[in-house]
């Protein structure tokens, strides 16, 4: 079992920075594949990114690639995600997601925090 918290959402201009995070519980949470989604009012829950267990396999949507870095720190069960040149575009609330391994489902989710950017 893995519970997940979000944190660090907020209010940020257009062009600025944000970094959200998420404190997974659970003692196998370094074995997970973890993930980034978002979902903007009257919209369906998108991907953002993912990264593997042992951080070397990331993946990132097309609309943030080049601006979103995500990251992980198993010694404090925590996922990033670093945002760059937010666009109101990226207003939603980003959800932290895991599950087993990269070929299963996303069995755990965090309550999501939410991104306002403003033009």
């Known amino acids: 079992q893995v519970q997940l918290v979000e944190s660090g959402g907020g209010l940020v201009q257009a062009g600025g920075s944000l970094r959200v995070s998420c404190a997974a519980s659970g003692r196998t949470f370094s074995m997970h594949h973890m993930a980034w989604f978002r979902q903007a009012p009257g919209k369906e829950r998108e991907f953002v990114a993912s990264?593997?267990?042992?951080?070397?396999?990331?993946g990132y949507a097309a609309s943030v690639k080049g601006r979103f870095t995500i990251s992980r720190d198993n010694s404090r069960n925590t996922v990033y995600l670093q945002m760059n040149g937010l666009k109101p575009e990226d207003t939603a609330v980003y959800y932290c997601a895991a599950r087993p391994e990269p070929s299963s489902k996303f069995l755990y989710w965090g309550q999501g925090t939410q991104v306002t950017v403003s033009s």
């Open positions: 990264i593997g267990a042992s951080s070397t396999d990331t």
